[in-house]
Structures are given as C-alpha cells and as structure tokens.
C-alpha cells in the first residue's frame, strides 16, 4: 500500500525528464498517487506525453501560467474528469536569461523583474485559487519549489532570489488563507540540480561543484531525493506541517562559511 493511495495530483512544471517536477511526479505515482500532468505550451508536448505514459498519468493539459484564461480552462477539464483534487505541485519558475548574469543592480530591469515575478510567483496563487475550490472538504495538500537564493545572496541568481523570497512569503500568507478549508501549502527549498531552468543561470556548473565540495553531506541532490519528501510533505504523514520551507540540499543551507582546504 502507497502514502497517496487514490490520491488526485495535478502536477505543473514537468518539461523534460531532468525536471523537478517529474522526479516528484515519479514518487507521487510510485506511492499510488493518481497523476494529471499540466505543460506550458505546444513544443514540450510530445515530451511530457511520452513522460505521462511511463507514468499512467491519466490526462496531459495544457496550461501557460501567464494566461488567465488557459489556467480556467485547465480546472474546467479537471473537474469534468475528476470530482476533486487532493495535491497540487507547482514546479514554475521563470526569468529572462540576461537577467541571470552578472550583478543584480546592473542586469535588472521593470519588465524582468514583472516577467519573473508574475510566472515564478503570482502563477502559485492562481493556481491555488482554483484548487482551492476543489479541495474543500477533503485533506488538500500544495507544494512549491524554492531555491537558497530567496533567503540569500547567490551569485547571479539575482531577480529570481526576489522572486523566490516571494514565492516563500506567498507560501506563508496562503497557509493562513487554506487551513480553514483543512488545505496545507509547503515549498521545498532545493539544492542546485541540473535542469533546463538551471541552465539559464551563469555559472551553474560552479554552483554544483561548490555544494559537492561544502555541503554537510559533500553531495548533491537528484530529482528522486526531491521527489520523496514532496510525497512526503503531500501525504498524511505531513497532515500537521504547513506555511513551511523544507531545506532538501545536503545541509547546505546551514553553512555560514565555506571548509578550509
Ligand atoms: P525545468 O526547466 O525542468 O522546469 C521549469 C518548468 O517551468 C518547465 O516545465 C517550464 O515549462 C515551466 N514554465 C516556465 N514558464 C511557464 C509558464 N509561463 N507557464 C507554465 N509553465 C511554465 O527546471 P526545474 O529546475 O525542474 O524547475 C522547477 C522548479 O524548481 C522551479 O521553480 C525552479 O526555480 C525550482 N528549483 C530549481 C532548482 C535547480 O537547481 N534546478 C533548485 C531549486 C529550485
């Protein structure tokens, strides 16, 4: 028997089978969640199909954060296929590239911190606004993905920590809002790990061998490692945590300074 048995999880985020989101899409399934997978657009469908069947997902929808009317249509054709919904995962994230190169006060600019803020931050409470409908009554669960860079200055991270350290704070004001309706929200802080969306920050490769070198555990982490405590944090285990940032990064995050050769 799984932690999520018969559990309904809609899940955002999978564009490749480096994402976050299909390491945590994997662990939802092993556990017997019952999986719906939600794209952005056109040219990651044929990969997030092929995805969904090693998965059983039983749907793929599209949906672009950044259009109101996409993110109604993706919780109309839920609700035609499914009565409720028990777990959420946003796994969004999104600044322009020019961004994430070189000091923050030089490379920022109003329409890139908007862009990052709107599709890394605002999508989670639109998102969250339609689930919520959904969850009531039942013994929801939402998750989100953070990064040290909200809590901490990270070489080129830059308007992507401002939208993180939103996005953590958006986690704390929604838990407030959910807990009424017995609906929890978390985010899991993740170490660096090798995606698409990481392949945008200059200089990630550093970042890897850095945490290698520093972290308690002098590793990184993998997509499955995140995966387990997401399906954690969605399953009944978890039914007394929300509003929390979970650190899944070796220990990195303790550090105040780095080892001494
Ligand atoms: P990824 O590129 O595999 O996933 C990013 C996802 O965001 C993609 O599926 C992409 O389609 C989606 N996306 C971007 N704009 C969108 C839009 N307008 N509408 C809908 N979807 C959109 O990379 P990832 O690293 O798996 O990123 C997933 C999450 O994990 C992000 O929030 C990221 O910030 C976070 N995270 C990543 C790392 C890391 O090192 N990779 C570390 C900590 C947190």
Request: contains cysteine; negative net charge.
């Amino acid at each position: 028997m799984g932690m999520l048995d018969g559990r309904c999880a809609l899940l955002t985020g999978v564009a490749t089978k480096h994402s976050i989101a299909w390491g945590i899409t994997r662990s939802l399934a092993r556990e017997g969640a019952r999986i719906v997978l939600a794209y952005q657009n056109e040219k990651l469908k044929s990969r997030v199909e092929k995805l969904a069947a090693e998965c059983n997902a039983e749907m793929i929808l599209p949906c672009d954060v950044q259009n109101d009317a996409e993110i109604e249509e993706l919780f109309r054709s839920l609700k035609q296929n499914w009565p409720k919904l028990d777990i959420l995962v946003h796994s969004i994230a999104y600044a322009p590239r020019e961004e994430l190169n070189g000091e923050f006060l030089d490379h920022s600019t109003r329409d890139g911190f908007n862009t990052a803020h709107e599709i890394s931050c605002y999508s989670l409470v639109a998102l969250a606004q339609h689930a919520r409908a959904m969850m009531k009554g039942g013994e929801g669960a939402m998750l989100t993905l953070s990064y040290l860079g909200a809590e901490r200055v990270v070489p080129n991270y830059n308007v992507m920590g401002l939208a993180k350290a939103s996005l953590e704070a958006a986690v704390r004001y929604l838990a407030v809002g959910l807990g009424k309706d017995g609906i929890r929200i978390n985010a899991i802080s993740a170490g660096p790990i090798k995606t698409l969306a990481a392949s945008g920050i200059a200089g990630f490769r550093e970042m890897l061998d850095y945490v290698e070198k520093n972290a308690p555990l002098c590793r990184n982490v993998s997509i499955e490692e995140v995966g387990d405590v997401a399906a954690f944090l969605c399953s009944e285990m978890a039914r007394a945590i929300t509003g929390e940032v979970i650190h899944v990064d070796s220990g990195y995050h303790l550090l105040g300074m780095h080892r001494t050769p």
